[in-house]
Every structure is written in structure tokens, then in C-alpha cells.
């Protein structure tokens, strides 16, 4: 299973972002554990603020990692997911996006998502990247 970087205006990357943004304000983390046929995602998240900030591990299908709530954001990023499309894909080239700045906060994911190497930066630099 492989993970694409993919970038739609349904705001997977926002949801990605607040989902493992969480993940740094957590008191309580399970463990993670590797599955031979899991996703997984290493995501490291810089200037969110408000203690979000770090690197986590996420294991999707089943769900699992130091995540304090790995269903949740799997659940996520499988809602982002679509067939025949890069799930983690960057914004493609001369796309026409608003001059919005949605703060300092960035993430780099790497892994694996069905079956695909993933390596994803995200950022709030304009609107294209905010949806994404």
C-alpha cells in the first residue's frame, strides 16, 4: 500500500495537519506497532504551536502508533484518498491560487500508503496549500 501526495480542495491536508497537529498536546500515547501489510506514516510538524509541534508515528489499517488518536486520523486521510489519484500529491504546476498566508505551520510526511513511498511538505503558504 503506497501514499501519494495529493493536493484537492477538500482539505485533506488541513485535516491531516489538525489531526496530527493534536498529537503534541497529548498526555497519553500508544505504542506503536508495525504491521507488515500497515500504512505507515512518520509525520513531523513544525510551528503549528500551542505544544503541536514533533515528529509522530502513525500505522493505518489497522490503526495504531503514537498518535493518541490513530483512527481518527487515518480515518482522514482515507476520506482524502481517491482512486487513481495521488493521495499526497504535491499542488500541480500553474495552478491558479489565492494570495492567502494561513500561518508558519508546516508538516513533512514520509512512509508508506498502499503500497507507495510517501514524502509530502505541507505548508499554509496560499490557498492552494491551505486546501491541500
Known amino acids: 500500500m503506497s501514499q501519494v501526495i495529493v493536493r484537492t480542495r477538500r482539505r485533506p491536508l488541513a485535516r491531516l495537519v489538525l489531526a496530527l497537529g493534536a498529537l503534541g498536546a497529548a498526555s497519553s500515547l500508544t505504542p506503536a506497532v508495525a504491521h507488515a501489510d500497515a500504512d505507515h506514516l512518520t509525520v513531523t510538524v513544525r510551528h503549528a504551536g500551542g505544544g503541536r509541534d514533533g515528529t509522530f508515528q502513525l500505522y493505518c489499517h489497522p490503526d495504531s502508533g503514537d ?7 487515518c480515518a482522514a486521510i482515507d476520506r482524502g484518498s481517491r482512486w487513481g ?3 499526497f500529491a504535491p499542488v500541480p504546476q500553474g495552478s491558479i491560487c489565492t494570495m492567502q498566508y494561513g500561518g508558519p505551520a508546516t508538516a ?3 512512509g508508506v500508503w498502499a503500497g507507495r513511498p510517501v514524502d509530502a511538505t505541507y505548508s499554509r503558504g496560499d490557498g492552494c496549500e491551505i486546501a491541500r
Not at 498518535?67 to 486520523?73: I, S, T, V
Open 85 to 87: 489519484r495521488e493521495t
Open 108 to 110: 513533512h510526511v514520509t
Open 67 to 73: 498518535h493518541p488518536d490513530a483512527a481518527g486520523a
